[in-house]
């Protein structure tokens, strides 16, 4: 079993079109998928796109994938890093796919000379969450997540 972990190509884009859905399955939001294989290789690899990823691959077939951003820290004073998925499809988990992504995510990270490597997991994930703290990662429980999208993100921005 030959684990590699590379930057992704455009050619990925319908890979990591899959595994966002399977995601989104496992974290019970399919429906909230609305982003398109199309919209995934434009938005991942656009020439001025903030957002990157790497693919997963064991023996040469695509079993995960994770996409990361550059952030920045005021209170650092440095850029960090912002892990928004990272996934491994469920029957190829427990060979170290999951560390290997993390831990590539880690180098970029600290080449990149980065204060930080952050990233959010649902409070109901226990094997996430077992996971990250078994690489030493820590919760954050101090700070509450907002998000405002769709018609409220709307409304907002025109001043109603």
């Known amino acids: 079993m030959t684990l590699v972990i590379r930057p992704a190509q455009e050619a990925d884009a319908a890979a990591i079109h899959a595994f966002i859905v399977e995601l ?18 434009q938005s991942l690899f656009a ?28 209170w650092l004073g440095r850029q960090g890093m912002y892990l928004e998925d990272l996934y491994i499809s469920p029957s190829h988990r427990g060979v170290g796919a999951g560390k ?11 080449d990149s000379d980065c204060g930080r490597l952050e990233w ?28 405002m999208t769709g018609d409220n993100l709307t409304q907002f921005a025109s001043g109603q």
Not at 49 to 74: H, K, N, W
């Open 24 to 41: 989104a399955i496992y974290e019970k939001a399919e429906h909230e998928v609305i982003a398109s294989v199309a919209n995934v290789a």
């Open 47 to 74: 020439k001025d796109s903030p957002a990157r990823a790497l693919m997963c691959e064991q023996d040469g077939r695509a079993i995960g994938y994770a996409v990361y951003f550059l952030s920045y820290s005021t």
């Open 100 to 110: 290997a992504l993390l831990r590539q995510l880690a180098k970029i990270a600290v």
């Open 120 to 147: 959010s997991v649902l409070d109901w994930n226990e094997p996430a969450i077992e996971f990250y703290q078994s690489l030493g990662a820590k919760p954050q429980s101090e700070w509450v997540r907002y998000r």
